[in-house]
């Protein structure tokens, strides 16, 4: 075994056998993803990729977090500095590795036992397999932040059964592994105190046999039970609800839902998470999978690549700004979106954010060569 850091100790790796393991380790920042962190992954799934010893990839998280998204902090204070650009070059390297991840000829196995927010989702469902335990919490938390669920997430919450992708990405609601499991974001269930002999079965297996793997991994895995509140019994009032063509036809749903049901927590609840988040969020958002509905991986991530370059920009709105200053730095929990109003986002504005940056020396995101027979 050679076990070695990286990332000014940000990535911890293993080399054991034919498994390379990636644990990452900034426990008291819940793992987010820094730049450092998103420029080595990158080197490392290539590296992976051409090495023919590599069989298999593990990856997870250290301390309570497998990861909580990228590290916002970084692009704030590049924003705050005048300089949008250089806060892209965190989303450019989370494109590039998570296309590379979902095209990979390495299957990958993600341990989910804890948080996994935003970006941090995509790290693991890109990959071949999941695994979630009884610790795990799921959220899209983006439209609260001004932002949108990016790094692919409208290829894949565009493929959940129905329309809830719609339901997560607008509204940022939390699920548990059994909800993961259940609607399809993980593959496997695993109780948490059977993660260290899965692992340790995962690193004798000796093959990239993707039935291997899964068998080797059920042998660990349990069926959960859905808890009694879990959204995923909500999915006929999701389905009616979140399939409406505009945001304010699907808040109109969902107030029509809870007016004649008053007993209906789940109607109730998505209004008021929804209400919280950025109007020009929720509208970018639900065009953005509805089109990702639609797309390959590569289609899907040049397109938020191009949406979330307008959001570091501020030319449309600045409500990203807003948001993490009221979310995560000053914590006051009381953003000030512009526009303040759904209604006041106009088709226009949410055009925009699909539009190519305009500027000369501006390029779109270009995805290595032989992504394109994968569009």
């Known amino acids: 075994m050679v076990s070695y850091s990286t990332a000014n100790d940000q990535i911890l790796i293993e080399e054991i056998s034919s498994v390379r393991k990636f644990t990452l380790n900034r426990p008291k920042q819940l793992n987010v993803l820094s730049l450092a962190m998103g420029s080595r992954f990158l080197e490392l799934y290539t590296e992976c990729a051409k090495d023919s010893s590599v069989k298999l990839i593990i990856v997870k998280g250290k301390g309570r977090a497998f990861c909580a998204g990228g590290d916002v902090a970084e ?99 939390r699920l548990n592994g059994a909800e993961m499991l259940a609607c399809g974001l993980a593959s496997h269930f695993v109780p948490s105190e059977k993660l260290s002999l899965l692992e340790e079965a995962l690193e004798k297996i000796d093959t990239s046999d993707p039935f291997v793997i899964s068998s080797t991994i ?27 063509r505009t945001i304010e036809e699907i808040i109109a749903a969902l107030e029509r839902e809870a007016a004649e049901n008053k007993e209906d927590w789940f109607s109730n609840f998505s209004i008021k998470l929804m209400k919280k988040a950025s109007p020009t969020s929720l509208k970018i958002t639900l065009r953005s999978i509805r089109e990702g509905r639609y797309q390959g991986i590569g289609q899907c991530i040049v397109r938020e690549f191009r949406m979330i370059c307008h959001v570091l920009r501020g030319d449309i709105s600045t409500d990203f700004y807003e948001g993490c200053r009221a979310i995560l730095l000053d914590k006051d929990g009381n953003p000030k979106w512009e526009p303040s109003k759904i209604e006041l986002v106009t088709d226009e504005m949410v055009d925009r954010y699909f539009m190519k940056i305009d500027e000369d020396d501006w390029d779109d995101l270009i995805l290595p060569a032989f992504a394109f027979s994968k569009l």
């Open 75 to 173: 692009v704030i204070r590049d924003i705050s500095q005048g300089n949008w650009r250089a806060g892209t070059l965190h989303y450019k390297y989370g494109f590039m590795m998570n296309y590379l991840l979902k095209t990979h000829n390495k299957p990958q196995v993600a341990f989910i036992n804890g948080i996994v927010m935003g970006g941090g989702a995509s790290v693991s469902i890109n990959g071949r397999f999941q695994v979630v335990t009884e610790n795990t919490v799921f959220a899209m938390p983006e439209t609260a932040l001004g932002s949108f669920p990016d790094l692919s997430a409208s290829y894949y919450l565009s493929r959940l059964p129905g329309f809830f992708g719609e339901y997560l990405g607008l509204t940022g609601a």
């Open 218 to 244: 059920n042998k660990f895995s349990e069926v959960p039970n859905l808890t009694e509140k879990s959204a995923y019994h909500k999915l006929d009032i999701i389905n009616k609800c979140f399939s409406q």
